[in-house]
């Protein structure tokens, strides 16, 4: 028997198709090699407050909205 599973791929590839494509097209001043560097939703916060110079609070309730409940 062997093992040809690889469940660490599948997960990647759809996130990379699903919410951090929708990156790019929300926040378009991200870089594609940003966005794949993102680590988690409160790291897109951080970013988000960088890049467009907004306060924790907006960077974090426009993160909100956008993810609805869904994480990176």
Do not use: C, H
Request: glycine share 4%; no cysteine.
């Amino acid at each position: 028997m062997t093992s040809n599973s690889q469940p660490a791929a599948i997960p990647m590839a759809a996130a990379s198709s699903g919410m951090r494509a929708e990156v790019e097209t929300k926040w378009g001043k991200f870089s594609s090699a940003e966005i794949a560097a993102l680590k988690d939703n409160n790291d897109l916060v951080a970013q988000v407050q960088s890049k467009y110079q907004l306060d924790k609070v907006q960077a974090q309730n426009d993160v909100d909205a956008f993810a609805k409940g869904r994480s990176l």
